[in-house]
């Protein structure tokens, strides 16, 4: 089956669908993946650490609660991705360096870009929670898949 956001929303009409209020910044339009989530704001400690973990294909889902005051991934935390083998990053917040992410082998979705870049060590992140945004609730473990066509999630794998 294929793994286009547009045949596994008809042919699974209960899937979750993600508001459209996401831009592609990433050099991969189209990834899918388990989800790995995490809850963070304006502090991209987390994303580092994260990113330095071997991917093995999943989809780092970051909950940046929507900040627009400064990005929480930049060209540098790409590169981790592409090297540790992350399929892929939605941000609920803003990314930089977006021309480098542009050209690597790496899915990226986000809000906007910024210039600023994040803080360090100011707030507490949280891994491995639910989280909700964009009309979605993001499991750990459930699959995201994204294109350009918007973000699909299901509790399950649903391409096979």
Known sequence: ???????????????QVADPIFADFGGVLAFHG??????????????????????EGRVLVVDGGGSTRCALVGGNLGV??????WAGIVVNGCIRDSEEIGGQEIGVKALATHPRK?????????????VSFAGVTFKPGAWLYADADGILVSDTAIHK
């Open 1 to 15: 089956m294929s793994t286009a956001t547009t045949d596994l929303s008809d042919a699974h009409p209960d899937a």
């Open 34 to 55: 388990p989800i790995v989530t995490l809850k963070v704001f304006e502090d991209n400690a987390a994303v580092r650490s994260a990113l330095e973990e071997k991917g």
């Open 80 to 85: 981790l991705g592409v090297k540790n083998g």
């Open 118 to 130: 994040s803080e360090k060590g100011l707030h507490t992140a949280h891994r491995d929670k639910v």
